[in-house]
């Protein structure tokens, strides 16, 4: 069973930066695609960015220009670097792959963006 740890987030004022961790519990990295999602409060779960194996990478357009995803293989660790940050991205971020599997799904770490 795989197990991913995110951490890192916090309370961060508009316009801040945070890095955002994902820990496995395993070596996936070696097989999967890598993804970043965020729910807002009452709004379903929403991809973020991914990263493959390789080190491609690809953001969704609100993000994009501002967020950074990142591995390292070698610590089963995938960070996300997020820039600029808004109030309106206030939300739980999860980790999972890309695409995502139900049973990966974390407790997630609160990022709150707030004056």
């Known amino acids: 069973q795989v197990q991913l740890v995110e951490s890192g987030g916090g309370l961060v004022q508009p316009g801040g930066s945070l890095r955002l961790s994902c820990a496995a519990s395993?070596?996936?990295?070696?097989?999967?695609?890598m993804g970043w999602y965020r729910q807002a409060p009452g709004k379903p779960r929403v991809f973020v960015a991914y990263?493959?194996?390789?080190?491609?990478?690809y953001y969704a357009g609100s993000v994009k220009g501002r967020f950074t995803i990142s591995r390292d293989n070698a610590k089963d660790t995938v960070y996300l670097q997020m820039n600029n940050l808004k109030p309106e991205e206030t939300a739980v971020y999860y980790c999972?792959?890309?695409?995502?599997?139900?049973?990966?799904w974390g407790q997630g770490t609160q990022v709150t963006v707030s004056s």
């Open positions: 999972n792959t890309f695409p995502t599997r139900d049973t990966y």
């Open positions: 395993r070596s996936i990295f070696s097989i999967d695609t």
């Open positions: 990263i493959t194996r390789a080190g491609s990478t």
